[in-house]
């Protein structure tokens, strides 16, 4: 019954409303599971939301929501083009350093904000985890469904398209760098240099491995391969997702073809990744008040919003853009719904923050990716769809 209301709800919503301009079928899956979950489901009918997602079946949801972003994880790593950002090093790196470090700043001053207060720390998270967990949370960008949207705008393959994307994947690094830092454990710290060391010279022959036999021996190889990472830097102390990041992102993405990478990344967003989107709205709550989670989620909006417009704004008026692009471009690494959640789950896990604070990071992740193709496609120019690189 649960899989039936998963699947049935979600797209009944996205078809009959016709809300794909504004909310494409992966957010109202989002939607869909907060509503299913404990906060409004479980409130209004309690006996009905008990009786569906028993304790055994919300298990088995997470079992399978957990594998569903490792493979999520592990393709988007494949898929970082790290030699064309050192390629062109100069103007990226500005770009994404900027369009990360103001977010970032804006996102970190709203957490002091809310620290201030009881009911948005867990009680495993030091202030400073809490704030930049936040801060980092607020200056995402969420690379597969970015890819999704350019796709969507008929962009994916020019050169404008590519630029973005340059900018997100290095974002994206950056990123789990700053969760391992966060998740580091000062108590396993042996532990955790020697899954680097170890994982390092796992990669050296894994890579050599993986060049010498027929791609269809490396998807499954590939598989092998992000299961053991997985688990060696759970047993570290880092997350399993750090691993699956780290396992996809050290393979080159030439070694698949990338309609095979398509077809990989659409069948599991279309199988089971939803099964992730309701797993995560049963974690929402509005324990301290559903005024001041939405307050938060206002306020985490406006920290992340606005501080990606005005990061890529100074980076336009640096390298000399034209009128118009930096806002366009500021509104398209808008995207977070996906890898944010993702980042959200790992710190709620971790107890560094609570599932209030996860409810409001998830609002703000889902009004942010709302926000993205309605502010760009008014935007859209023949520029944009042109030739520059």
């Not at 992966?26 to 009918?45: C, E, N, R, T």
């Not at 720390?121 to 930049?132: H, N, S, T, Y």
């Not at 760009?376 to 769809?385: D, F, Q």
Request: contains cysteine.
């Amino acid at each position: 019954m649960a899989m039936l209301v998963i699947y049935t709800v979600p797209y009944l919503v996205w078809r009959v409303l016709r809300t794909d301009f504004w909310a494409p079928l992966v957010v109202v899956q989002i939607v869909g599971g907060i509503l299913l979950g404990p906060g409004v489901l479980g409130a209004f009918f309690p006996d009905y939301y008990r009786a569906v997602f028993t304790p055994g079946t919300i298990t088995a949801l997470n079992g399978i929501a957990w594998w569903a972003v490792m493979m999520f994880v592990w393709v988007a790593g494949i898929e970082l083009d790290i030699r064309e950002a050192w390629r062109r090093r100069g103007e990226t790196g500005l770009t994404a350093g900027l369009a990360l470090a103001v977010p970032l700043v804006t996102g970190s001053l709203a957490a002091l904000l809310m620290v201030r207060y009881p009911g948005w720390r867990g009680e495993a998270g030091a202030i400073w985890q809490v704030v930049l967990g936040i801060g980092i949370a607020c200056a995402v960008t969420a690379l597969p469904i970015l890819v999704l949207f350019l796709e969507k705008l008929s962009i994916l393959r020019t050169p404008f398209g590519q630029r973005i994307l340059r900018y997100a994947s290095l974002d994206d690094v950056a990123i789990w760098g700053v969760l391992a830092v966060i998740l580091l454990d000062w108590e396993r710290m042996g532990r955790q240099l020697g899954f680097l060391v170890l994982f390092g010279l796992a990669t050296l022959a894994f890579r050599a491995l993986m060049a010498r036999i027929a791609e269809q021996d490396r998807w499954y190889l590939g598989l092998v391969w992000l299961a053991g990472c997985g688990f060696a830097a759970d047993w570290a102390g880092l997350h399993f997702m750090v691993g699956a990041f780290l396992s996809g992102a050290v393979l080159d993405a030439a070694w698949f073809r990338q309609e095979d990478m398509d077809r990989f990344r659409h069948f599991v967003l279309l199988t089971i990744m939803p099964v992730f989107f309701l797993s995560t709205g049963l974690r929402t709550e509005w324990t301290i008040g559903g005024g001041a989670v939405f307050a938060a989620a206002a306020l985490l909006l406006c920290a992340s919003v606005g501080g990606k417009l005005i990061g890529v704004q100074i980076a336009g008026r640096v390298l000399g853009w034209p009128k118009g692009e930096a806002t366009t471009l500021g509104w398209l690494l808008q995207t977070k719904a996906l890898i944010m959640i993702i980042f959200a789950n790992v710190l709620l896990d971790r107890h560094i923050i609570t599932n209030s604070t996860f409810t409001a990071l998830l609002l703000m992740a889902l009004g942010s990716t709302m926000l993205t193709i309605p502010m760009v496609s008014s935007r859209l120019s023949v520029y944009v769809r042109g030739d520059r690189a």
